[in-house]
């Protein structure tokens, strides 16, 4: 369960945008998204192969 403190005296819009926040980082939608749908093995880890070889070219062009 998601809490978010409010201060006296707050705007809503805020609190709504903290709760946001933490729903986001929760992954809960990510999650449904990808259970949605069944990915094999195989395309799985070759999309763990690609990002991994993206992040590395990434990694080299800041160095």
């Known amino acids: 369960m998601i809490i978010v403190p409010i201060k006296e005296g ?5 609190a709504l945008k903290k709760f946001k926040r933490k729903f986001e980082k929760t992954g809960v939608v990510r999650e449904l998204r990808a259970r949605k749908t ?4 195989s395309v799985k880890r070759r ?3 690609k990002k991994a070889i993206y992040v590395q070219k ?5 160095e």
Do not use: A, G, S, Y
């Not at 707050?10 to 805020?14: A, D, S």
């Not at 069944?38 to 093995?41: A, E, G, I, R, S």
């Open 10 to 14: 707050e705007n809503i819009e805020r």
């Open 58 to 62: 990434m990694q080299l062009r800041d």
């Open 38 to 41: 069944f990915v094999k093995k």
């Open 47 to 49: 999309d763990e192969i």
